[in-house]
C-alpha cells in the first residue's frame, strides 16, 4: 500500500491509532529488509524490536517533527532506526569501524579504543538529550554529503547511492536506462565530484 | 576481482550504515525483491500496532496529568511521569544527577523521604526534570506527608491486589485515587505542616535553587 507520509504524519500528530497503522504497514517491511541488509550481526528477533522502538520514537517525537520536503520522514524514520541499530550493537560489543569516521581526513582504524569511547561517550549523552529528536545535532559532514546529493539528479544519486551500497551494475542500469558498461566511469566521477566538493566546504 | 575501495566509498559506505543517508525506494524495492522474507507475519504486525496504540495511549494520559504538575501527589509521580513522557528510565537520570538508582525509585513510590536526600542531590534532581522550585517544593511536601503515611496506604492497596482480577492500570488509578484521598484528608488534619525539620529542609531547598 503506497500512502503519502504526509498523511501518516498527520494523522500521528493528531494521535490517530490510524496513523501508527499506516506507519507499521508502509515501513515495516522496509526497514526489516533495510536491517538485514546493513546490521548482519544483529539477530532478527533483534531486528524486530528495533523496528518496534523506532516506531514508538517516531510517536513520541512526532510533535517537533516540520515536514519540509517530501524525503524527510523517510529520512528522519531511517535515521532512528540506524541510531539504534548502532547503539544495539554498541551494546553488544559488535560495533563496527564506521562508527569512527569523523571527517573527510580520518581513517577507520581497528581496535582504536580511544576513538571508540569517546564515539560510546556521545552516543550515551545524545541519547539522554533528545538524540532522536528531528532537531537532534546533525553529523556536519553527512549534511554537506546530502547537500551534495541534493543537487544531483534521480539518476546520478542512485548510481552514488547503488554503487556504494555494491547494487549489481545491472540493476542500476535498469533503473536509470544507463548503459551497464558505464555505470562505473559515472560511479567514479560521481566520487571524484564528491571529494572537490567536500574540499571546497571544507575550505579548500 | 574485488574493486578497490577509495575513502568516498568508505564514507558513503560509513554514512549509509549510520543512516545519515536514507536508501532511495528504488533501491529498498529491490533489497525486498530480493528478500525471501518479505512480508512480516500478520501477527508480528498486529502486535507491533497494539504496542504503538498502548504508547499513544499512555503519552496521552501522561501528557494530561502533566499540564497542572501542583495537583500531582507527589514529587516521586512528577518524576515518573515526566520519565514515562521523555522515555528514560531511571538509570539515566540516576547517572545524570549523581543519585543512586535505587534512591531514585524508592522516591518514585514514596517509600523514602525526601529529606534523605541531600540538599545538593534534591537540587540536582529538581533541576535535572525541569521543575519550576515553588511547585517542587509543594510536591516534596507531599512526597513527605505520604511517606509517612506509607505503612496505611500499603495495607489499604494490598487488598486491591491482582487475586481479585482486576487489571494492573486499574490498581495503579485506585493506588493513585487513595494516595489523593489520604492526602486531603491529612492536610486538612495537619495543615500548615507542624514538622520543624521539613520546613528548614525546604527554607534550605528554596535558597540553593534560587
Known amino acids: 500500500m503506497d500512502v503519502q507520509d504526509s498523511l501518516i504524519v498527520d494523522e500521528l500528530k493528531r494521535d490517530s491509532t490510524i496513523g501508527a497503522r499506516l506507519l507499521v504497514e508502509k515501513y515495516q517491511d522496509w526497514l526489516y ?47 532512528i532506526f540506524s541510531r539504534l541499530c548502532i547503539d544495539r550493537l554498541r551494546k553488544e560489543e559488535k560495533i563496527a569501524d564506521y562508527m569512527q569516521i569523523q571527517s573527510l581526513d580520518s581513517e577507520p582504524t581497528e581496535n582504536n579504543k580511544k576513538t571508540f569511547k569517546s564515539a560510546r561517550l556521545e552516543l550515551d549523552r545524545k541519547i539522554f538529550h533528545d538524540y532522536f529528536s528531528p532537531k537532534s545535532h546533525e553529523n556536519p559532514l553527512a549534511q554537506k554529503v546530502r547537500d551534495f546529493l541534493d543537487g544531483l539528479d534521480e539518476d546520478n544519486r542512485t548510481i552514488l547511492l547503488g554503487c556504494a551500497m555494491e547494487i549489481p551494475h545491472r540493476e542500476i542500469g535498469k533503473w536509470t536506462g544507463i548503459p551497464v558498461k558505464h555505470i562505473k566511469t559515472y560511479y567514479s566521477r560521481l566520487k571524484k565530484k564528491l571529494k572537490n566538493y567536500l574540499k571546497e566546504a571544507e575550505g579548500g | 576481482m574485488e574493486e578497490k575501495k577509495d575513502r568516498m566509498d568508505v564514507l558513503l559506505k560509513s554514512l549509509i550504515k549510520m543512516g545519515e543517508l536514507p536508501p532511495e525506494d528504488r533501491i529498498i524495492d529491490y533489497l525486498m525483491d530480493l528478500s525471501s522474507e518479505r ?57 545524570r544527577v549523581k543519585i543512586a538508582k535505587n534512591k531514585i525509585n524508592l522516591l518514585e513510590n514514596d517509600s523514602i523521604s525526601p529529606l534523605d536526600f541531600t540538599l545538593d542531590e534534591m537540587a540536582r534532581l529538581i533541576r535535572a526534570i525541569g521543575l519550576k522550585a515553588q511547585i517542587a517544593i509543594e510536591l516534596i511536601k507531599k512526597s513527605y506527608q505520604l511517606f509517612k503515611m506509607q505503612p496505611h496506604i500499603a495495607e489499604a492497596s494490598a487488598r486491591y491486589d491482582d487475586k481479585h482480577g482486576i487489571p494492573e492500570s486499574k490498581i495503579e488509578d485506585m493506588g493513585r485515587a487513595l494516595k489523593e484521598l489520604m492526602l486531603k484528608s491529612s492536610f486538612r488534619k495537619t495543615e500548615p505542616l507542624a514538622d520543624p525539620e521539613l520546613e528548614n529542609y525546604l527554607k534550605d531547598l528554596q535558597d540553593k535553587l534560587k
Do not use: C, H, M
Open chain 2, 39 to 95: 512480508e512480516i507475519p500478520k501477527v508480528v504486525r498486529e502486535k507491533t500496532i497494539a504496542k504503538l496504540e498502548k504508547r499513544q495511549k499512555e503519552l496521552r494520559d501522561t501528557k494530561k496529568r502533566l499540564q497542572n504538575p501542583a495537583k500531582l501527589n507527589s514529587f516521586g509521580e512528577y518524576i515518573r511521569l515526566i520519565r514515562i513522557k521523555e522515555k528514560f528510565d531511571t538509570s539515566d537520570l540516576a547517572t
Open chain 1, 33 to 79: 529488509i533495510w536491517g538485514k541488509k546493513q546490521y548482519e550481526s544483529l539477530s532478527l528477533q533483534d531486528l524486530l524490536e528495533i523496528i518496534d522502538d523506532t516506531f514508538i520514537r517516531v510517536i513520541e517525537k512526532i510533535a517537533l517533527f516540520q515536514f519540509r520536503t517530501e524525503k524527510g520522514f523517510k529520512n528522519w524514520v531511517f535515521t
